[in-house]
């Protein structure tokens, strides 16, 4: 099946600096690429669709000055906190669908990146 | 826009008895839908989904969930759980001609011996 990687899988950084997180699809070609966050014991929200070569598409109230996200390749995305604080301390979860074009893809889930800042 | 509704957050179960996870969904389109099932500090496993077709749609690890579009339904059941599917269930939709998910906020079964 496909697979979707992730790394870190968590980070402990200090408030005020950046994090990476990458996001890989192993054995298939992702166009379209999604991150979420989720917070303890809710559900996923979607911040951001991520298309190859292409600027993200945000979702109405996510910085896109503070989740910087660059899709760089068909597959690899990453998504940086800049300026890390206390409150972004979260789960972020990536997706990926393979390239045929079809709405009725499946999206692939990455295992997570938990984030503490400090 | 649409939305999802899982309608209980947490349903504790004993092993080997039956398992019903509620889902309802509203929109204006027609729409596909999912179920994800999430263990402890684990990414999302897709369980099954519906596209089109059938009305009944069974998945892996004996899950299935019928559609049933006059009641914009799609609970999820299996008829008898195991200790191993002590996860976080969510139920998803997406616009037919669209990628993005919308997810239901979750439901937590707990499945006791």
């Known amino acids: 099946g496909a697979v979707v990687s992730q790394h870190p899988s968590w980070v402990i950084c200090k408030s005020g600096t950046s994090v990476k997180i990458e996001c890989r699809s192993l054995?298939?070609?992702?166009?379209?690429m999604f991150w979420y966050r989720q917070f303890p014991k809710q559900s996923l929200m979607l911040m951001a669709t991520s298309n190859e070569g292409s600027k993200a598409t945000y979702e109405q109230g996510v910085e896109k000055d503070k989740f910087l996200i660059n899709h760089a390749s068909l597959t690899l995305s990453t998504l940086t906190v800049t300026s890390a604080h206390p409150e972004d301390s979260s789960f972020y979860i990536c997706?990926?669908?393979?390239?045929?074009?079809?709405?009725?893809?499946?999206?692939?889930f990455g295992p997570g990146t938990r984030l503490t800042v400090l | 826009a649409q939305s999802v509704t899982q309608l209980d957050s947490q349903v504790p179960v004993f092993e080997e008895a039956p398992v019903e996870l509620r889902c309802n969904y509203s929109s204006s389109v027609s729409v596909y839908l999912f179920w994800y099932v999430q263990y402890p500090n684990q990414g999302l496993q897709l369980l099954l989904k519906y596209l089109s077709g059938s009305t009944l749609v069974k998945g892996i690890n004996g899950f299935e969930a019928e559609f049933n579009k006059s009641q914009t339904s799609f609970h999820l059941r299996k008829p008898s759980v195991h200790i191993s599917d002590t996860a976080e269930y969510f139920c998803?939709?997406?616009?037919?001609?669209?990628?993005?998910?919308?997810f239901g906020a979750g439901t937590t079964v707990t499945v006791r011996a």
């Open positions: 054995d298939f070609q992702a166009t379209t």
């Open positions: 998803a939709v997406s616009e037919r001609n669209d990628y993005k998910l919308s």
């Open positions: 997706s990926a669908t393979p390239t045929t074009g079809s709405s009725t893809d499946t999206q692939y």
